[in-house]
């Protein structure tokens, strides 16, 4: 990575994941690097999450079948898609943007796109936690998707062709009769499996306070609740930001306010657009026996990952804007989705029930680059469903972009110029 002046200072906005990794690679650019949080560092999106390192989650939500279930999810409540209409014009042209990229040939083009800066974020996790880097424990043994019917495996074999067709991602098949030797905690019964070999996962809240603390060690400053308010500019540069009563000064500043970016950037040059999509988690002890695997369950569309110590379930995509509650049957749904598939016995209570907002843009796309009318602060926001997965390519090419070094991957699909 090229230099920069030694006394250069950075300010990054957003301490999720992607606020964390900005300050990873800023620091290790040179940058004296200073992190605020409106709450808490990582309490937000990045807490409670399935934890896939998901290299192979090349396809984005604008598939071809998405608007049909969209439209049939508004006549479900319990649906696991689910748009709540409201007359809101930004929504609205959200919806209709988002409804234009449901083709194939255009679902084909992203995925090319996020296939590259997956591929990129999984080799910097692999170097950041093998190494011993950032001390956390992560699964290596891949993801499994687990089919329960004969239609469902059908379905799913036509994604794993253009996976490995496509793309070169290739899955190894298991079938129905040989899954619970291969797994003890699945019940007899179930179609196949496919498991993708590439796939890692990690308990988030455990690595995100392992990150912190190495780069607490390395000089990083977290200021926690302390909420962005205010830019102060001349010409192309930001000069200062006003953050809960404080005034802080930078040579660079990052955006990394993960779903509350849309509104925010208007003080960088213009809204973007995110939307915010809500998803829950409930993490349970391990239950006995535990799946040994990360594993999702298509049909379903729920996740599963067990932890050393734990066990979580997770799901659901909700369009219906900063909505903050967690309804107690939409936690029931997400025990009773996986109870068709798991020979086991759940433990009665959650440790931990959980909702996140998930930074959403209508092309499936990160949102990575400079902003819109200023030399100095770049915007690092809108991963999707990926977030946990792209944070460290989001964070490398932030720090190559600020410092004019040549980007180890393209930039221009994911420049906020698109919009
Ligand atoms: C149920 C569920 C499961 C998921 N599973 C996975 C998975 O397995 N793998 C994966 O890769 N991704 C997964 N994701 C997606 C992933 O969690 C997100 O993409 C990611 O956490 C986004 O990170 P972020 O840093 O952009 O946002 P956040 O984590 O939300 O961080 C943004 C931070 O900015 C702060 N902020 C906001 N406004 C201000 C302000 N004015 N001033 C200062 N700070 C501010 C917020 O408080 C917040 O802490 C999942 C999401 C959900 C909901």
């Keep these: 990575m090229a230099g920069r002046p030694e006394t250069e200072t950075a300010v990054v906005i957003g301490g999720g994941i992607i606020g964390i990794a900005c300050a990873h690679y800023l620091d290790e650019a040179g940058y004296d690097v200073t992190v605020i949080e409106r709450a808490t560092v990582a309490g937000a999106c990045s807490h409670g999450n399935c ?5 192979s989650h090349i396809l984005p939500l604008t598939t ?19 748009v709540k209409p409201r007359l809101d014009i930004r929504f609205l042209r959200w919806m209709w943007e988002f409804a234009r990229r449901c083709s194939e040939r255009r679902m084909i083009d992203s995925a090319r796109h996020l296939m590259t800066i997956l591929e990129s974020s999984a080799d910097a996790y692999r170097r950041l936690l093998n190494g011993g880097r950032i001390p956390c424990k992560w699964q290596q043994d891949g993801l499994l998707y687990v089919l329960r019917s004969e239609a469902g495996a059908h379905d799913f074999a036509r994604t794993d062709a253009l996976l490995g067709e496509r793309f070169g991602v290739s899955a190894r098949w ?8 291969f797994d003890p905690s699945l ?8 498991l993708y070999p590439g796939d890692a996962s990690l308990r988030p809240d455990r690595l995100n306070a392992a990150w912190v603390g190495r780069l607490r060690e390395s000089g990083v400053t977290f200021v926690e609740n302390c909420s962005f308010e205010s ?3 001349v010409g192309r540069r930001a000069l200062r930001i006003q953050a809960s009563g404080t005034s802080l000064s930078a040579d660079l500043f990052i955006l990394a306010t993960g779903a509350l970016s849309g509104k925010l950037a208007r003080h960088f040059g213009g809204a973007l657009p995110i939307e915010p999509g809500k998803g829950y988690s409930i993490t349970m002890d391990r239950p006995a026996p535990s799946p040994g695997l990360p594993m999702l369950f298509p049909e379903h569309h729920v996740g599963i990952t067990p932890f050393d110590d734990g066990f979580r379930i997770g799901s659901m995509m909700e369009f219906a804007g900063f909505d903050e509650t967690i309804p107690e049957a939409r936690l029931a749904q997400l025990r009773a989705a996986v109870a068709p598939y798991l020979n086991v016995r759940l433990p009665v209570a959650n440790t931990e029930e959980w909702f996140g907002w998930r930074p959403m843009t209508w092309d499936s796309l990160p949102i990575i680059g400079q902003a819109p009318g200023f030399d100095n ?3 690092a926001t809108g991963h999707n469903m990926l977030g ?9 090419l932030i720090a190559e972009l600020a410092t004019g070094s040549v980007p180890h991957i393209d930039p221009e699909p994911f420049s906020p110029a698109r919009f």
């Design 377 to 379: 602060v770049y915007l």
């Design 231 to 233: 830019v102060e500019r």
């Design 174 to 181: 298991i079938e129905g009769r040989d899954l619970p030797g």
């Design 388 to 396: 946990m997965t792209l944070a460290p390519a989001t964070g490398k």
């Design 64 to 82: 071809p079948d998405a608007l049909r279930s969209g439209f049939l999810s508004l006549f479900d409540p319990s649906a696991p898609f689910r």
């Design 187 to 194: 019940k007899p019964g179930l179609a196949g499996a496919y």
């Design 51 to 55: 934890g896939y390192i998901c290299p």
